[in-house]
Structure formats: C-alpha cells, structure tokens
C-alpha cells in the first residue's frame, strides 16, 4: 500500500493507524500546491479532489476520505479492535462519531487556514467550533477515549485535526478533557513513530 500525505495533514491518522496495526505501507509526500509526489507523479491522476489522505491499494486502487480509509485499515486487523466489528451497533457510533469529527472539527478548524477568515468572522467560526469542542468534552471528560476505555480510529482522527488548533492560536488548555486527550494520545508509539516519520 501507498499512503499519499502532507505533514500534519488529516492523512496522519491513516498513517498513525498504518503503524497501530503494523501494516506495510510506503509513505509518499505530496506537494499541495503542485499537486506533484515526491515520486514525480501529478497527484491530480491519483486522486482527482487534489487532496491527501488518499491510499492506494496493491490492487491499483485509490481509497480517499479519512474516515473511509480508517475503517478500511481497521477491518484488515479486526483483532486489533480499532473499529467495532460491521454491522454492530458499536460500528455504527463509531461512523457517527467519525462523521462529526470529518464535518465539526475537522473542517471547523480547517477554515481557519483561510487567511481572509478574521474579525467578526472569525469569532463566529470559532464561536460555532467550541460548541463542538463542548460535545467532545462532555464525553472525554468522563471516558479516556470517543468510544469508551478502548482507543479507536476515531480517536487517531480527532488527535490529528485537533492538533491543527495550535496552528490557529487556539490554546485547547481551555478544555483541559481535550488536552489530557491530546496528551494520551500523543505518547502512544505509533503516533510518536508517524510524526517522527513525517517531520524528520
């Protein structure tokens, strides 16, 4: 497998999880504004949205969107138990919970890479974002992980896009749920390894 990434980037949670399950995978670099790999290629060929995490498979084809390539990843391993079996109801909280971090979190902290977003504008992205940040924080502050006591793929995802907070002058010491998170997560091997990886 290829996994096509940018640093820091929502592709680190696919290449996080990559190393959680001790997958083989290749990790190749994208130039966002180019659109070319670090192997030549023009990334627009590989996935057409001009956007990472895409993985590419040994049978030739491209799985794109975060929270499809980490359930994919999952179920490779199901006895690593990072998603709930299919078909459970466990799955099902675990896609809810990955398609409010895909639309909540992920993109309201990516609009703030939108230099144009300031002033009153900002202050109502940011106003609507910590909502969001007050729904993770009603969970995480009485349970270690979005599921429960057991890590997930949910939580490798909501670990990277949070990260992106600290990019936007957002202290998320202000939800110490959210940084006790930030900071478990953080200290586990494979997340140690992916970032070490993709910042040499």
């Given amino acids: 497998m290829k ?17 959680e399950l001790a997958l083989p995978f290749d990790l190749v670099l994208v130039d966002n504004q ?20 895409a ?15 980490l359930q994919y990843l999952a179920d490779l391993k199901p006895a690593a138990g990072l998603a709930p079996a299919n078909g459970s109801w466990e799955r099902v909280r675990l896609q809810e919970w990955l398609n409010f971090i ?16 300031q002033g009153d504008v900002r202050a109502l992205f940011e106003a609507t974002l910590f909502k969001r940040f007050a729904v993770l924080v009603q969970t995480l502050e009485r349970q270690d992980y979005l599921l429960g006591s057991h890590y997930s793929v949910a939580d490798a995802y ?21 940084a006790a998170f ?12 992916a970032l070490a990886a993709e910042n040499p």
């Fill in 55 to 69: 993985l590419k498979l040994d049978n030739g084809q491209v799985l794109t969107e975060a929270s499809a390539i």
């Fill in 102 to 117: 895909a639309t909540e979190i992920h993109g309201g902290l990516a609009v703030f890479f939108n230099d144009a977003i």
């Fill in 158 to 178: 909501l670990f990277v896009v949070l990260r992106w907070a600290a990019f936007h002058a957002i202290d998320l010491g202000r939800w110490p749920a959210l």
């Fill in 182 to 193: 930030q900071q478990r997560v953080g200290e586990r091997p494979a997340v140690v390894a």
């Fill in 34 to 53: 180019a659109k070319i790999t670090a192997e030549g290629e023009d990334f627009l060929q590989i996935n057409p949205k001009g956007y990472v995490a």
């Fill in 3 to 19: 996994l096509y990434f940018f640093p820091h980037a929502c592709s680190l949670a696919p290449h996080i999880v990559l190393r």
